[in-house]
């Protein structure tokens, strides 16, 4: 159940992210109701959006969520990540891609567990009671997220994309446009998951290179080195328990 409502709250504050740009363009003196939520309108403004409209809009908004997770969450790190150390490994096919997602994806859950239960309460459960217009839902509720990008996102992403948008530097981090600050995150991250990949290739390599040159050194030109340092890339993996290390060690970065 807990598992559920969690899901439940990630997936509504991930749809509110995805209307950003409806929020922009709706008009302030109109009324809307979005998933069954009125915001304030004009004297004498009934108009609402019909129920199919409003289900096209949902279906609509759930086509951009995979990239939402994808790109602004700890997903994109991890996916990264565990594609290096199964080439590093040499194994192939193993653990497959569906499992590999599968642990990219419940460690990002557990990651931005709270940042999404803050975005639940200050933006949507406003909205829900009619005590916040979707825009000022919306404002509040990207706050959490924008302090989670901007703890990870480099300075110099940042500058680039200040200068391509032709922004203003804004006064504080806190100022930042989600769309500098989106793009940001997503190369500081695989600037960091490629640096973790390159360290985590380092002692494979070393393997690699030693069975590489006992087996020249033997005359064994017709054995690949690679079927001969496979069993002993695993067994190092298994021996200094490299799941917990590599997963434990991901899952600490986000929280320091």
Not at 90 to 106: A, D, E, R, W
Request: glycine share 6%.
């Amino acid at each position: 159940m807990k598992f559920r409502h969690m899901m439940h709250q990630a997936g509504r504050c991930c749809l509110l992210l995805a209307t950003a740009g409806l929020g922009h363009a709706a008009p302030p003196a109109t009324a809307s109701s979005l998933f069954g939520i009125s915001t304030p309108s004009g004297p004498g403004a009934s108009n609402s959006l019909s129920v199919p409209m409003q289900i096209i809009l949902l279906m609509t908004l759930l086509t951009l969520l995979p990239a939402v997770v994808m790109s602004i969450t700890p997903f994109l790190r991890i996916t990264v990540v565990l594609h290096f150390l199964r080439q590093a490994l040499g194994t192939q096919s193993t653990p497959s891609n569906q499992v590999l997602i599968g642990i990219s994806l419940f460690l990002t859950i557990l990651i931005m567990n709270p940042v999404a239960t803050e975005m639940y309460h200050k933006g949507w459960e406003p909205m829900e009671k009619n005590q916040l217009t979707y825009q000022q839902a919306f404002d509040e509720g990207s706050k959490p997220l924008k302090a989670f990008l901007v703890r990870f996102a480099r300075e110099k992403d940042v500058a680039l994309f200040l200068e391509v948008s032709h922004s203003p530097s804004p006064r504080n981090p806190g100022d930042l446009d989600l769309k500098v600050l989106v793009p940001a995150y997503i190369l500081s991250e695989l600037k960091a998951g490629f640096q973790i990949g390159a360290v985590l290739f380092l002692p494979f390599l070393v393997i690699d290179l030693v069975v590489a040159s006992v087996t020249l050194s033997l005359g064994m030109m017709q054995l690949p080195p690679v079927m001969i340092s496979a069993p002993f890339k695993v067994l190092l993996f298994v021996l200094v328990d490299g799941w917990n290390l590599v997963l434990g060690s991901l899952v600490k970065s986000f929280y320091t």
